[in-house]
């Protein structure tokens, strides 16, 4: 490769990467723990809620779909420490990141084309920079995009035998599988210089293979909640459709309008390439998390280029070393990181006060809050967490209403059934909350404020 490539991928590798660097834990990283811890002790993964007030109330039908992840977050926390949880987030980071710009340049090649690509996908995966399950989705769907692209070019079925075994793994690992399941619907319908029955007959293995959990087909429930569910869809801001005030909004649609351009220019149109573009645009347009997927059908819209099969993985290589270079960098203290970052940012010394008087529940908490209660507060079940497809629609906007304090937050049945609630200090409840004599403030610090009611 040029040096002048080099430079680029690394600076496409320096975006994302920078952004694994924040030094507190994502707000779901906790109850994914907790779930890990849970399946550990009992020996079983769950099949009903058993961590919030409304699974401890009547039995809630709750499965944990990414058990197996939870599992191996877990035990290597158990065994390693908070440090753990950085060095994965850099490690799903760089496999999502590298894996999809792979895929990119085997398409585009390692010139100017595929160093602008390059970047702009790597804004486009900024946000995404967590310790979350979804990387394993974004790898996984670039894997399968790539043998199905390939197939679909003429390479025999014999190469991609192995691909049902990757919907097997994803599907204890992440709900999105079903994402690759679209993409074989699509290539059902246009399979280009592949036989159509072989491309039938490998989507069918995949499917099956996907049923190959401890929950079998009742996955299929929990991909129906989320895709029903609107209330998060508006409150929860991973789940809201793209902010176009956001960088990360205009290089998805940058590149969007690039592979259809690059798709209406061409002599004979590949409907394969413009249903996948679709698809990827609607998702991005629903769901901002979801902008990655349109970057994928984006770079599945160009040919493929056998030549650059040896620069992809070079390409691969760079974004791997940048990623674990800014993570060593950052662990042996050379970069900014405020070690307690997590009590600035969770309850962790409202939590210990709790522990400490063991005041009567049940507890009212903020939906971001809940996850960290899970894990540090288990004695008391939560009233929201981040699980949504548990609580729906309605329970989700109303909390998030109580907390905001608009009109009406006062009469939030799961606040009026509280005994003591833990509140961000400078939130909007807590300032109504102080203004009312049946609450009193019994702890405050610089992140939280705990409410008890007077009897």
Not at 287 to 312: H, I, N, T, Y
Request: glycine fraction near 8%.
């Amino acid at each position: 490769m040029r040096p002048l490539a080099i430079v680029g991928f690394v600076v496409a590798a320096v975006l994302p990467a920078a952004f694994t660097l924040d030094p507190a834990f994502d707000h779901d990283t906790w109850w994914h723990l907790a779930v890990g811890r849970s399946i550990r002790e009992s020996g079983n993964v769950p099949t009903h809620d058993s961590f919030s007030q409304l699974g401890r109330s009547e039995p809630t039908p709750w499965l944990a779909y990414s058990w197996l992840y939870e599992v191996g977050l877990f035990e290597s926390h158990r065994t390693f420490g908070d440090a753990t949880i950085f060095w994965l987030r850099s490690l799903l980071g760089a496999l999502s990141t590298a894996t999809l710009l792979a895929f990119a340049v085997r398409r585009l090649g390692a010139g100017w084309q595929g160093i602008l690509f390059g970047v702009l996908s790597a804004v486009v995966l900024m946000p995404l920079m967590k310790e979350r399950p979804w990387h394993l989705t974004i790898a996984f769907a670039a894997l399968t995009a790539d043998c199905i692209c390939r197939f679909r070019e003429g390479e025999p079925i014999r190469r991609f035998l192995w691909l049902p075994l990757l919907f097997a793994l994803l599907a204890n690992l992440h709900i999105q599988f079903v994402l690759g399941w679209g993409i074989l619907g699509i290539a059902c319908l246009f399979p280009g210089l592949a036989s159509r029955r072989s491309v039938i007959a490998l989507s069918l293995a995949c499917v099956v293979a996907a049923f190959a959990n401890p929950y079998h087909v009742r996955l299929l429930g929990v991909i129906g909640d989320y895709a029903t569910q609107t209330g998060p869809l508006r409150t929860v801001q991973e789940l809201a459709p793209p902010d176009f005030a956001s960088p990360w909004t205009w290089a998805g649609l940058a590149l969007v309008a690039w592979a259809g351009l690059a798709a209406i220019r061409r002599r004979r149109v590949d409907w394969f390439s413009m249903a996948f573009l679709a698809v990827g645009l609607l998702l991005a347009m629903r769901m901002r998390r979801d902008g990655w997927f349109a970057v994928l059908a984006a770079a599945a819209s160009f040919p493929l280029k056998p030549a650059e099969f040896q620069k992809a993985r070079w390409v691969a290589g760079i974004l791997v070393a940048v990623f674990l270079g800014i993570r060593l960098a950052d662990h042996c203290g050379l970069a900014t990181r405020d070690p307690a970052a997590n009590s600035h940012i969770y309850p962790v010394e409202a939590v210990k006060h709790i522990q400490m008087h063991s005041y009567p529940g049940p507890l009212f908490n903020s939906f971001d809050w809940g996850g960290y209660l899970i894990w540090a507060l288990p004695e008391y079940p939560v009233a929201i967490d981040g699980r949504t497809n548990l609580y729906g629609s309605e329970r989700v906007s109303r909390s998030m209403e109580t907390w905001a304090g608009e009109s009406g937050w006062e009469s939030d049945p799961e606040l009026k059934r509280a005994k003591i609630v833990i509140a961000p200090r400078y939130g909007a409840l807590a300032g109504g909350l102080r203004e009312r004599k049946e609450w009193r403030v019994v702890h405050e610090d610089s992140t939280a404020v705990v409410f008890v009611a007077v009897p």
